[in-house]
């Protein structure tokens, strides 16, 4: 069983039209020819490759700064609409669809069994990535009640607190956030955040702790330093029981890889390089899984090589398998670590 704790599908959906239950052949051919950003993620794919569970996102994106996304916002207002519509496009796809919004632990446990008797079907997660939809904190509480389990205050900077290339500090209403998250019983999603702001967040904060996509900084010289983890951030993190789940995009996996040198550049020994070096401040690989990012920006034309699309996931307990993890250890890398922390993150 595979967990990918970190899918665009709702905004990939409403944006660019990759609608999660069309086959990846198909938005290929729809959107060829195409260099860059070729689609890697559909429910066909991901069912076949075992991909049990994902954590689908609320991504909006800041008007400033941003090119990943048609749509962006520049005021609360439409951050919320925008995160609102992405959680209709998923309730409307578990309409339609083999897919079950996991809410609470009955959830889970049904699929689980389902999955058992030889159901295709898969769960969802729902997370917001950057908390400017949030229109004040106290707004958290609704969006549990709508199905957020997982909140990750920053993408670039937001209202609550620095992020990617905007270092800072939790503002006041950041340090009310966390204060709310934690009484709603929703999760911290650190990824993305500035350094200030983690640690602010982390002493603050006092719920379940996760990082969805995130990878070393240890084995990069300088490039993006505050989008990967010190060793000091991941050992706060396994402190708090927390899992990290590997980027696959090839710039965060190798330091200096440009998409000139191209996927072949890049295998699988460099996930296990990201995982390893988590597992070695643990002491165990109880704190690995898998944070995909697929489709967040960049498709198949960088990614390890041995992958093309999600169904490839499971090559991953394969490259595990030959650098000496124990079958244990790779089923809770897969998703087993995962699985655990979500008995910490969803409700009873």
């Not at 905004?11 to 260099?35: K, M, Q, T």
């Not at 941003?66 to 309730?91: G, K, M, W």
């Not at 897969?334 to 655990?340: A, Q, S, T």
């Amino acid at each position: 069983m595979i967990i990918d704790a970190h899918l665009d599908i709702a905004s990939n959906a409403l944006s660019l039209g990759r609608n999660y239950d069309s086959p990846v052949a198909e938005i290929r051919r729809r959107e060829n020819p195409r260099a860059d950003d070729i689609a890697t993620v559909g429910l066909a794919e991901a069912l076949a490759g075992d991909v049990a569970l994902v954590f689908g996102t609320l991504f909006v994106a800041p008007e400033s700064g941003s090119n990943i996304s048609p749509i962006v916002y520049s005021t609360p207002e439409q951050a919320h609409q925008q995160a609102l519509d992405q959680l209709h496009y998923y309730q409307a796809l578990v309409a339609r669809a083999p897919v079950r919004l996991i809410k609470c632990q009955r959830d889970l446990a049904q699929l689980l069994d389902d999955r058992a008797a030889g159901q295709q079907v898969q769960g969802l997660v729902m997370l917001m990535e950057g908390a400017d939809p949030i229109l004040h904190p106290e707004q958290v509480h609704e969006w549990r009640d709508w199905g957020v389990r997982i909140v990750g205050p920053a993408w670039k900077r937001t209202r609550y607190c620095g992020g990617t290339g905007a270092p800072g500090p939790l503002s006041s209403d950041g340090r009310a956030l966390m204060r709310e998250m934690s009484r709603a019983q929703v999760a911290l999603d650190v990824s993305h955040m500035a350094e200030e702001s983690f640690w602010q967040a982390l002493d603050l904060f006092e719920g379940s702790v996760i990082a969805s996509h995130s990878n070393c900084r240890a084995l990069f010289a300088a490039f993006r330093l505050d989008r990967q983890l010190s060793d000091r951030m991941l050992r706060a993190l396994i402190e708090r029981d927390a899992v990290v789940g590997a980027v696959l995009y090839n710039k965060f996996l190798v330091d200096g890889w440009t998409p000139q040198e191209g996927k072949q550049a890049v295998g699988l020994d460099a996930v296990v390089r990201h995982i390893d070096h988590i597992c070695q401040l643990a002491g165990s690989a109880r704190h690995c899984g898998i944070g995909s990012d697929f489709d967040g920006g960049f498709g198949t034309e960088a990614i390890p090589r041995e992958f093309d699309t999600i169904a490839d996931l499971h090559r991953l307990a394969d490259a595990l398998a030959t650098h000496g993890y124990s079958e244990t250890d790779i089923a809770g890398i897969m998703g087993g670590n995962w699985l655990r922390k979500l008995g910490d993150i969803i409700p009873g």
